[in-house]
């Protein structure tokens, strides 16, 4: 994936996916946790609910004890029926399971079952009769409160239940939020992971125009070739007005009216022959001295007005310039070297390895800048002006690559250069 901004949407959306599902997390264990505490509120009255249950029996049965108020045990089971009617009225408001509903309904129906024996009891009991009473309370009424005590219990085994599964469906949900996200930012990663270029990759970018600027190539307005710079020397322009007013009508300017420009004249094609001899002399090259020829035909072979042998330094960190054709050496002394992380063409093709263009601008022609690669890396880089848009001729970047690759046979490791090699001559 080479594409900057998709690689950076990728990055965002998984982001935006581990925010999402982490979000989705609070929001289900804040629930969960609400859940459980509201489970816990009830779950205290209807403990209330079910001591009150228990203590309901013992009371009923002293209304035939012997020595006892009846008075008294009357207004106690009164008390203690009515504490009951108000739990189970908050249990059935606020329960969050229909099978603890069913419980608690189950309650409040025993409950009024023992308020109907209850006023036998007492009518019974207040009449001097203990035996009928005895006989009510200790049948009917312990089997009307028997049922209430067993539909409390149910009801909170029924709210335990509810709060465990809340609480696993909680758990499974945050499980498949986490799961989810963590697949899509897997799959993002694996898409973000650079991958190998191509033969076809290799061939598309040699013909791309990159997004560089004309004047980041280090070969424009400050460091032209001797014939672009020629015209701006006075002396010469002086020379020439020289010799147009001593020519024939020069001077009046009517005997020789200006010329209409013609047609565009046709990029030259390039020479095989030629092409093929700079690279038999480029592999039988023994002596440096014969590089600068070796070049000069190689800049005739791309149409190129000036060329330049970029070789990195010891520590890979630059690029030293060790052998130029077409530039005068007061041009040649200025250059000095170019960081491999600047913001230009040839130390973008040193970093990427692929070949480099930038486009021809008003005043200054167009460039190409080729890697030297080897089965240990990229060694340097050859970068040249070229005339007549060779920079978009896919014939002229294809004999750039040719020359690029022999020369790349001559380098030899930045390591094993000595600093006086890759300030002279490392070929």
Known sequence: MRSRAVRITLTLLALAAVGTAAYFSWTIQTRTHAVQQAAATLDKTRVTALRDAYELRSTQQAYVAAGQN???????????????????????????????????????????????????????????????????????????????????????????????????????QQAMAAGGAAAFALFALLLLMPVAATPADVAAAAIKEPSFDADTL????????????????????????????SSPGGAAGVANPPSRPGPPSA???????????????????????????????AAAALDASGLVLWIAN????????????????????????????????????????????????????????????????CRGVMSAEVRHGGQKQPVRLAAASIIAAQLATLVGPPAAQSANDRTSAAL
């Open 267 to 297: 990029p030259p094609a390039v020479e095989l022959q030629g092409l093929a001899a700079v690279c038999t002399d480029l592999s039988r090259l023994s002596d440096t001295s014969l590089l600068p020829g070796i070049l000069e035909r």
């Open 314 to 377: 010891r520590d890979g960190r630059a690029l030293v310039p060790i052998a130029t054709h077409g530039y005068p050496a007061s041009v040649v002394s200025r250059m000095g070297s170019l960081k491999v992380d600047g913001e230009n063409a040839t130390a973008a093709a040193f970093r990427t390895g692929l070949l480099q263009t930038v486009s021809a601008g008003p005043n200054s022609t167009g460039a190409i800048a080729v890697p030297l690669l080897s089965p240990a890396g």
């Open 70 to 172: 009846e008075t008294f045990w009357f207004g106690k089971v009164a008390e203690t029926i009515e504490s009951l009617r108000a739990a189970t009225a908050t249990l059935r408001s606020s329960t969050p399971s229909p099978a603890v509903l069913t419980a608690v309904e189950d309650a409040a129906a025993a409950i009024e079952t023992f308020e109907q024996v209850d006023r036998r009891a007492r009518s019974y009991a207040a009449g001097g009769q203990k035996l009928l009473a005895a006989d009510v309370i200790f049948t009917d009424g312990l089997e009307a409160a028997g049922r209430i005590t067993t539909a409390l219990e149910k009801a909170g085994l029924t709210l335990d239940q509810s709060i465990q599964t809340a609480s696993a469906d909680g758990t499974r």
């Open 218 to 245: 280090r070969l424009r307005e400050d460091v032209k070739p001797p014939e672009r710079r020629a015209s701006a020397n006075p002396d010469a322009r002086d020379i020439q007005r020289r010799k147009m007013a």
